[in-house]
């Protein structure tokens, strides 16, 4: 499967953004794809997760209440909306799979099939 991230971009703290990440490819119905993020200087972190089959979502204590998953299984593209930003959300974003056994991993090395990051910057 190849994972392509778009959607980033400039806003305020307190705004709303939505990234996309459109697959390609051969998909498994198993698959979970996750959303992670690098700020400059920082590690990858993880952002939130969500089981192709089913649409089950899980995510980072840091975005809990302001992010969401989603998915449009016709067109095979996942959604990460993500509300009320703060700057500390800056950072480029990607999304990646991971297979049904580490369904929930928050680990990057759990996760394959990394995409082309977007950038995304929140403004104090």
């Known amino acids: 499967v190849q994972l392509q991230a778009s959607g980033g971009g400039l806003v305020q703290a307190g705004d709303s953004l939505r990234l996309s990440c459109a697959a390609s490819?051969?998909?498994?119905?198993?698959?979970?794809v996750g959303w992670f993020r690098q700020a400059p200087g920082k590690e990858r972190e993880f952002v939130a997760g969500?089981?192709?089959?089913?649409?089950?979502?899980y995510y980072a204590d840091s975005v809990k209440g302001r992010f969401t998953c989603s998915r449009d299984d016709a067109k095979s593209v996942f959604y990460l909306q993500m509300n009320n930003m703060k700057p500390d959300d800056t950072a480029v974003y990607y999304c990646?799979?991971?297979?049904?056994?580490?369904?929930?991993?928050?680990?990057?090395?759990?996760?394959?099939?990394w995409g082309q990051g977007t950038e995304v910057t929140v403004s104090s």
């Open positions: 490819g051969r998909i498994f119905s198993s698959y979970v």
């Open positions: 969500i089981r192709w089959r089913g649409g089950s979502t």
């Open positions: 990646a799979t991971t297979g049904p056994s580490t369904w929930g991993s928050h680990r990057a090395a759990d996760y394959g099939s």
